[in-house]
């Protein structure tokens, strides 16, 4: 009796061993384990956030949910592109990064995971997530941005991208709220225009900057002109201030001064010039038979 005592025990222990496993959840995950049962269905049995693991139970499993925050890009180009309301075709790309709700976990499972095999799984750890944020999130997502697009004309999508991003990332947020999905930025980028709407641009661009360039050159000439008609102003009126003073009495005097230079030089030159009374110079065309007056020699 005690033998066959000990013979069940013994398979009991064996088939225990065989049926138990010590679930683990690496770090950057939350484990949702479920406790399965030899007649009847499985149910939840607990989370475990990692790095952890439950200890070796009977019958327990884990599929290990990742909450670490995700970058994806929507690429909306060639057959995706989208009509700006005044029908231009624009290509542009939506950048979002999004996470799984980490006190969520029982609630993505329940209503927003769908069937992953194990050998998926073990491939890739995330594909549980990524299947549950294309049949969530991706489309509402695209819908959003083509519809935040096609409010606007085709050259004012470049300079509302932020705006354009800010606009999506509120209408998803309210379309994921309640879920265990978290979006917590979408960044608009990326615009291409049809290469002629391109070339297009380009040109009114360099006219415009050339169009800057003359502006820029006529006013240097006004100013150049301005300045110049305010020298010739003040030359001319430097002469009739000169004109004005000079009398008799003052060329005289500035004969009398230069003489006095010209015997003080050590260089000097002795020209013989015609003068008249007060020995003033005399200037202007005399006739050869005309009387001359006195002339001086200026040493």
């Given at each position: 009796m005690v033998a066959a005592l000990i013979v069940l025990l013994g398979i009991?222990?064996?088939?225990?061993?065989?049926?138990?496993?010590?679930?683990?959840?690496?770090?950057?995950?939350v484990g949702y384990l479920t406790k399965g049962a030899?007649?009847?269905?499985?149910?939840?049995y607990g989370v475990q956030r990692g790095p952890t693991s439950a200890g070796r139970t009977w019958l327990l499993e884990v599929t290990n949910v990742s909450i670490t925050p995700y970058t994806y890009t929507e690429d909306f180009s060639r057959d995706e592109a989208v009509?700006?309301?005044?029908?231009?075709?624009?290509?542009?790309?939506v950048h979002t990064v999004w996470h799984v709700d980490d006190t969520r976990i029982p609630l993505?499972?329940?209503r927003f995971s769908t069937t992953v095999g194990r050998s998926t799984l073990e491939k890739d750890p995330d594909a549980i997530v990524k299947t549950a944020y294309g049949n969530f999130v991706r489309e509402p997502l695209r819908t959003f941005a083509r519809d935040e697009v096609q409010r606007r004309n085709g050259l004012e999508v470049k300079d509302a991208l932020i705006t354009i991003g800010d606009a999506v990332l509120a209408r998803i947020q309210?379309?994921?709220?309640?879920?265990?999905?978290?979006?917590?930025?979408?960044?608009?980028?990326?615009?291409?225009?049809?290469?002629?709407?391109?070339?297009?641009?380009?040109?009114?661009?360099a006219a415009t900057q050339e169009l800057q360039r003359k502006d820029t050159e006529i006013e240097i000439e006004r100013k150049e002109r301005t300045k110049r008609e305010v020298q010739a102003?003040?030359?001319?009126?430097?002469?009739q201030i000169i004109r004005g003073q000079l009398s008799a009495m003052y060329i005289q005097h500035e004969a009398i001064e230069a003489q006095k230079m010209m015997v003080n030089s050590p260089n000097h030159t002795v020209v013989y010039i015609p003068v008249g009374p007060m020995g003033?110079?005399?200037?202007?065309?005399?006739?050869?038979?005309?009387?001359?007056?006195?002339?001086a020699a200026l040493k």
């Amino acid at each position: 009796m005690v033998a066959a005592l000990i013979v069940l025990l013994g398979i009991g222990a064996i088939i225990w061993l065989l049926g138990a496993s010590n679930p683990f959840t690496p770090a950057g995950y939350v484990g949702y384990l479920t406790k399965g049962a030899v007649i009847g269905r499985s149910r939840f049995y607990g989370v475990q956030r990692g790095p952890t693991s439950a200890g070796r139970t009977w019958l327990l499993e884990v599929t290990n949910v990742s909450i670490t925050p995700y970058t994806y890009t929507e690429d909306f180009s060639r057959d995706e592109a989208v009509l700006s309301r005044d029908n231009l075709k624009i290509e542009f790309r939506v950048h979002t990064v999004w996470h799984v709700d980490d006190t969520r976990i029982p609630l993505f499972m329940d209503r927003f995971s769908t069937t992953v095999g194990r050998s998926t799984l073990e491939k890739d750890p995330d594909a549980i997530v990524k299947t549950a944020y294309g049949n969530f999130v991706r489309e509402p997502l695209r819908t959003f941005a083509r519809d935040e697009v096609q409010r606007r004309n085709g050259l004012e999508v470049k300079d509302a991208l932020i705006t354009i991003g800010d606009a999506v990332l509120a209408r998803i947020q309210r379309y994921a709220a309640g879920s265990p999905f978290i979006i917590s930025s979408v960044v608009v980028g990326n615009v291409q225009y049809p290469e002629e709407v391109a070339t297009a641009v380009s040109r009114k661009l360099a006219a415009t900057q050339e169009l800057q360039r003359k502006d820029t050159e006529i006013e240097i000439e006004r100013k150049e002109r301005t300045k110049r008609e305010v020298q010739a102003q003040g030359i001319a009126n430097a002469m009739q201030i000169i004109r004005g003073q000079l009398s008799a009495m003052y060329i005289q005097h500035e004969a009398i001064e230069a003489q006095k230079m010209m015997v003080n030089s050590p260089n000097h030159t002795v020209v013989y010039i015609p003068v008249g009374p007060m020995g003033v110079p005399l200037t202007g065309t005399f006739s050869a038979t005309e009387p001359r007056g006195p002339s001086a020699a200026l040493k």
